[in-house]
């Protein structure tokens, strides 16, 4: 897959949070419709299989929920909180506010996620789900950054592949601020050429 750069034609469009100024990177209609083919694959895959969908809050929620619309599966749906990022930097260190409350033991696992960085949050998190036996374990992630990547994590289901900027909106964050706008922007910064 080609790392995805916005079309010519992407109005100049910024947000600005806190000091922090934004550029529009992935319009709306352009994950909705990537989601879809993927949404596709999904449900193929997992036919009559009634997946335990976990979800990687608060991140991944509205993929979560697009996805669950745009393929209609059936499976249940359960939620983690694993927090590893402060501001615009990865701390590291992964912590666990909240776990998911369902049995794994024998059961296909599909792991819907926000963006791998790094790769330490899933590192961490798909390790530990092995130790209870699972039948089956993939991951859906709607954003991959490929030279940020640290730990040997393989997404089964993948949006796109961005560079290493760090980005919000759709779900994703800068200080609990931006999960709500349905566009991806990214960090305008002078040094990485973007103005
Ligand atoms: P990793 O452990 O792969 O380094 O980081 C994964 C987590 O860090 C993601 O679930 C997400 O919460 C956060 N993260 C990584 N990159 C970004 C980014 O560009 N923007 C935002 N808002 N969060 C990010």
Redesign the pocket.
């Known amino acids: 897959m080609q790392t995805f750069h916005p079309p010519a034609n992407l109005p100049t469009q910024y947000v600005k949070m806190g000091e922090l100024r934004f550029r529009l990177f992935i319009p709306d209609q352009t994950i909705q419709d990537r989601i879809k083919v993927l949404s596709d694959q999904i449900k193929k895959d997992y036919a009559g299989k009634n997946p335990l969908i976990i979800c ?1 809050l608060k ?2 929620i509205l993929f979560l929920s697009d996805l669950m619309k745009a393929s209609e599966i059936e499976g249940q749906i359960d939620f983690v909180r ?4 402060e501001g ?1 930097v ?1 701390t590291g260190n ?1 912590t666990e506010g909240m776990s998911a409350a369902s049995n794994v033991k024998d059961r296909d696992v599909l792991i819907v ?11 961490y998190y798909i390790k530990k789900l092995k130790e209870q036996e699972p039948k089956s374990i993939k991951l859906a992630a709607l ?1 991959l ?1 490929p030279e ?2 640290k ?1 040997p ?1 393989e997404v089964d289901y993948l949006g796109f592949k961005i560079p290493n ?4 909106g759709y779900g ?3 200080n609990e601020e ?1 999960r709500g706008f349905r566009d991806i922007y990214q960090l305008d910064l002078p040094d990485v050429g973007l103005k």
């Open positions: 990687v991140g991944a694993l927090t590893s990022y615009t990865s992964v996620e926000d963006i791998v960085d790094t790769g330490n949050t899933l590192n954003l950054k940020a990547l730990f994590i900027f760090f980005v919000v994703l964050d800068y931006g």
